[in-house]
């Protein structure tokens, strides 16, 4: 089964930007569909924005379109969430997740396989 590590959180100011990233090992990134979600301090884990296994459909949750992009390059078997004009709302720890189920989804319990999570903080 395929194993996912979140790489590139850090310390942010509003306004800035991050790119976090989720390499694939275990399994080929290719064959699953992909997202993020985040939780913040005392909130429950949401979605943020999705990828499918083609890279030809994405999907944003409201507060990050326009501002997050998601992307993925199977070459190397990782996907990418390149975070502009992050907001201190935007402070959570965000993962990567996977599911073999086929369309769009933004539902946690679509996902069977999670990464570890990468901190992001954004500074006011």
């Known amino acids: 089964q395929v194993q996912l590590v979140e790489s590139g959180g850090g310390l942010v100011q509003a306004g800035g930007s991050l790119r976090l990233s989720c390499a694939a090992s275990g399994g080929t990134l290719s064959s699953y569909n992909a997202g993020w979600f985040r939780q913040a301090p005392g909130k429950e884990r949401e979605f943020v924005a999705t990828?499918?296994?083609?890279?030809?459909?994405?999907y944003y949750a409201d507060s990050v379109k326009g501002r997050f992009t998601i992307s993925r390059d199977d070459a190397v078997d990782t996907m990418y969430l390149q975070m502009n004009s992050l907001k201190p709302e935007d402070t959570a720890v965000y993962y990567c997740?996977?599911?073999?189920?086929?369309?769009?989804?933004?539902?946690?319990?679509?996902?069977?396989?999670w990464g570890q999570g990468t901190q992001v903080t954004v500074s006011s």
């Open positions: 990828i499918i296994w083609s890279g030809d459909s994405t």
């Open positions: 997740a996977a599911r073999r189920s086929s369309g769009i989804s933004g539902s946690l319990r679509d996902y069977e396989y």
